[in-house]
């Protein structure tokens, strides 16, 4: 497997009026992600990028981690250094907000 982690982040769009990870700040919680792994040298090993929706519309912002598939959801700007430190780093997930099903 070329990366260690791989963070999939819902930036899907949806009309006005209808909430969406996109309307939110889905875009801005990538670039958190790749900021904060490049400050700690791990963009090449873990990697984290855009996707569409992930169906969980309802409780978005959302994200999912591979290769565990552990789904985050109402993730905030604030909450990337957690989760990149507990889950990304030492593979303890952020109970507090992964979805369960
Ligand atoms: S819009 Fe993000 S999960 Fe559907």
Redesign the pocket.
Known sequence: MKYKKHVFV?T?Q?DAGKK???AEHGAALVEAFKADLKERGLQVEIRAQRTG?????GK?P?LVVYPEGVFYGNVQLEDVAEIVESHLVNNQPVERLTLKF
């Open positions: 819902c899907n949806k969406s990870c996109g929706c992930l169906d969980v519309c978005g959302a």
